[in-house]
């Protein structure tokens, strides 16, 4: 159980187009969903957190307008990289938190690993 | 603020030998604990998590760890070391009922044959 997907899993793309990554929870519903940035042989950096229905909250110094955040329903959140530059390329996990008796678990999914030429 | 301090970058064990990743956090109130391993390429896997109740917590792949309040530390361990281990640990905690998490910086965990 818990299983959470992305899409896709591997994404190159051209300087100033637009790019979609989806993050689903297959076997559960996430109110709550977060967007992560790894750059090679660093930790997790919070990108924002999605709760389903309303706007994301994004961390400090995460651009908004770049990196736009929907979270349609209780199963899919998506990040689209806007206007895509090189130094956008990176790898992006997304997780989607269960409550299970008193505490929420983040479960991740597999990460998108996206390059921009 | 929360934080989480992984203090070894890089860790190599021999296959067989028994293994202890340290982890150190900094949080005012009680603190929800998680150990997550990473494969190259690859998402995160959680190995076990900590809230409350017996400080010594039991978590997949033979992984345990230990909650010691007085030194603020969640040390994973196991016994014996499978080549299969190799892979990045991260240490966590959460806040708002562990909703959101603090990663520390990772341990590299290689295996030698």
């Known amino acids: 159980g818990a299983v959470v997907s992305q899409h896709p899993s591997w994404v190159i793309c051209k300087s100033g187009t637009s790019v979609k990554i989806e993050c689903r929870s297959l076997?559960?519903?996430?109110?709550?969903m977060f967007w992560y940035r790894q750059f090679p042989k660093q930790s997790l950096m919070l990108m924002a957190t999605?709760?389903?229905?309303?706007?994301?909250?994004?961390e400090q110094g995460v651009e908004k307008d770049k990196f736009l955040i929907n979270h349609a329903s209780l199963t899919l959140s998506t990040l689209t990289v806007t206007s895509a530059h090189p130094e956008d390329s990176s790898f992006y996990i997304c997780?989607?938190?269960?409550?299970?008796?008193?505490?929420?678990?983040?479960?991740f999914g597999p990460g998108t690993r996206l390059t921009v030429l | 603020a929360q934080s989480v301090t992984q203090p070894d970058i890089h860790i190599t064990v021999s296959e067989g030998a028994s293994l202890e990743l340290r982890c150190n956090y900094s949080?005012?109130?009680?603190?929800?604990l998680f150990w997550y391993v990473q494969s190259p390429g690859q998402g995160l896997q959680l190995l076990l998590k900590?809230?409350?109740?017996?400080?010594l917590v039991q978590g997949i792949k033979g992984f345990e760890a230990e909650f010691k309040r007085s030194q603020s530390s969640f040390n994973l361990r196991k016994p014996s070391v499978h080549w299969s281990d190799a892979a990045e640990y991260f240490c966590?905690?959460?806040?708002?009922?562990?909703?959101?998490?603090?990663f520390g910086g990772g341990t590299r965990l290689m295996v030698k044959p």
């Open positions: 997780s989607a938190s269960l409550r299970d008796t008193i505490t929420d678990t983040q479960y």
């Open positions: 076997d559960f519903q996430a109110t709550t």
């Open positions: 999605s709760n389903e229905g309303s706007k994301a909250t994004y």
């Open positions: 949080y005012g109130a009680t603190p929800y």
């Open positions: 900590y809230f409350s109740g017996d400080t």
């Open positions: 966590a905690v959460g806040t708002n009922a562990g909703n959101m998490l603090t």
